[in-house]
């Protein structure tokens, strides 16, 4: 079992760029795939994206509109989220999670989540 | 709207079984062994509870179950106890155009 820790800016201005980045200790990031999911306030989860440790392949939700972008820096360890053009509809506790091998969409160990508000 | 149909809530008292319903489509859950349910306890992430279907990670107790059958995914927590309330969701996959798309969620109630 690894720690995940997201860090970034806690408030992001309309229209502008919100970035997250994920820490991961206690095991490499090799090896694996890991992913954003965001759950606005009092709704449910929703996935937005992935990325193997190598930097490829990557795979977004369709209702993000190109406006996402994840990446990965293997010397760091960790991995980001970079949402363009934001709206009051983005705010919400974004959490970066490790894809269990093999299962699809299963996400066996999770950070403890960023709450990102969207406001001017 | 979400992608996968849940109960908005499920009770049961202590020691008592509850199952909970995830319904989707032949594109979804019906396509793919991929289902897996999620805990999670007000103010904290999510925990996985069940993935491939019916399938525990070490450590969650077998009093949690999964199963499957043409659209629907259930699960089904027995001898329930009060640590066992909080809200579950259940997620799917759904080809590579569509990853990954979660259940609207169940609050569980401890009676």
């Known amino acids: 079992q690894v720690q995940l820790q997201e860090s970034g800016p806690g408030l992001v201005k309309p229209s502008e760029t919100l970035s997250l980045t994920c820490s991961v200790s206690g095991g490499s990031i090799e090896n694996y795939y890991w992913s954003w999911i965001r759950q606005p306030p009092g709704k449910g989860l929703e996935w937005t994206a992935y990325?193997?440790?190598?930097?490829?392949?990557?795979n977004y939700n369709p209702s993000l509109k190109s406006r996402a972008t994840i990446s990965v820096d293997k010397s760091k360890n960790q991995f980001s989220l970079r949402l363009s053009s934001v709206t009051a509809a983005d705010t919400a506790v974004y959490y970066c999670a490790r894809i269990l091998l093999g299962s699809g969409p299963s996400f066996d160990d999770w950070g403890q989540g960023i709450l990102v508000t969207v406001s001017s | 709207q979400s992608a996968l149909t849940q109960p908005p809530s499920a009770s049961g008292s202590p020691g008592q079984s509850v199952t909970i319903s995830c319904t989707g489509t032949?594109?979804?859950?019906?396509?793919?062994?991929?289902v897996c349910w999620y805990q999670q306890h007000p103010g904290k992430a999510p925990k996985l509870i069940i993935y491939a279907v019916n399938k525990r990670p070490s450590g969650v107790p077998d009093r949690f179950s999964g199963s499957k059958s043409g659209n629907t995914a259930s699960l089904t927590v027995s001898g329930l106890q009060a640590e066992d309330e909080a809200d579950y969701y259940c997620?799917?996959?759904?080809?590579?155009?569509?990853?990954?798309?979660f259940g609207g969620g169940t609050k569980l109630t401890v009676l």
């Open positions: 032949s594109s979804d859950i019906g396509a793919y062994t991929h």
């Open positions: 997620s799917s996959h759904a080809g590579m155009n569509n990853w990954g798309i």
């Open positions: 990325i193997y440790y190598s930097g490829t392949p990557t």
